[in-house]
């Protein structure tokens, strides 16, 4: 069982859909909880970054974290084409030290 | 945000050949960068923690003396690929953490014939 699973996709979406990407984890002792965006052929960049349980929100983008079940959501509302693109969710015990990916999900947006 | 380059973006070597590419950190210092790689449509994997004036950490199932690390100064890290084999072949991303953030290289892209 990999630490971090993430659906691969792909999605695809029409313009000013909600979308809804996903992780679970095994590792409890995961504390740090991030979302990052990476286009194709580019390095990763962060979207949101989140310590322990709760929410998150930062303009369209929001972030939820439940560690009792394990499981970290990002959600896109209102999503343009320019949000297509490959979603990473990452964890890690102690701030931006080592990190764990999930295997990502590729996005798209369809005008 | 803090920027992090990566040199060359993309190189094509022959089987048997070694090759570096260099991660610079090019306005804050960083004495722990870490070196990921990247196969198409897949995540990133970890492969080793660069440590400015100590050895390199390496992931398990990752030989040290294929994947050399040499972090010379608080600025750049640089990764050798040593007797490169297609399978070699990747994505290869460096970044640089903040108390609260990787700051990630754009990658390169190493093609080995």
């Known amino acids: 069982q990999k630490e971090v699973e993430q659906d691969p996709g792909p999605l695809s979406v029409p313009e000013g859909a909600i979308v809804s990407l996903n992780c679970t984890y095994s590792?409890?002792?995961?504390?740090?909880f991030m979302w990052y965006r990476q286009y194709s052929r580019k390095g990763p960049e962060l979207l949101m970054y989140?310590?322990?349980?709760g929410n998150k929100e930062d303009g369209r983008f929001t972030a939820q974290v439940d560690k009792s079940s394990k499981y970290i959501s990002l959600f896109i509302r209102d999503s343009q084409p320019s949000d297509s693109a490959t979603y990473l969710c990452?964890?890690?015990?102690?701030?931006?030290?080592?990190?764990?990916f999930g295997q990502g999900t590729r996005l798209t947006i369809n005008p | 945000g803090a920027v992090v380059s990566q040199h060359p973006s993309w190189v094509i070597c022959k089987s048997g050949t070694s090759v570096k590419i260099e991660c610079r950190s090019l306005?804050?210092?960083?004495?722990?960068m870490f070196w990921y790689r990247q196969f198409p449509k897949q995540s990133l994997m970890l492969m080793a923690t660069s440590n400015e004036g100590s050895k390199a950490t390496y992931e398990q199932g990752v030989e040290k003396d294929k994947f050399l690390i040499n972090h010379a100064s608080l600025t750049l890290s640089t990764l050798t690929v040593t007797s490169a084999h297609p399978e070699d072949s990747s994505f290869y991303i460096c970044?640089?953490?903040?108390?609260?953030?990787?700051?990630f290289g754009p990658g390169t892209r190493l093609t080995v014939t």
């Open positions: 590792n409890s002792a995961f504390q740090y």
């Open positions: 990452a964890m890690s015990l102690q701030g931006a030290q080592k990190l764990v």
């Open positions: 989140t310590y322990s349980s």
């Open positions: 306005d804050f210092q960083a004495t722990t």
């Open positions: 970044s640089a953490p903040s108390p609260y953030e990787q700051y």
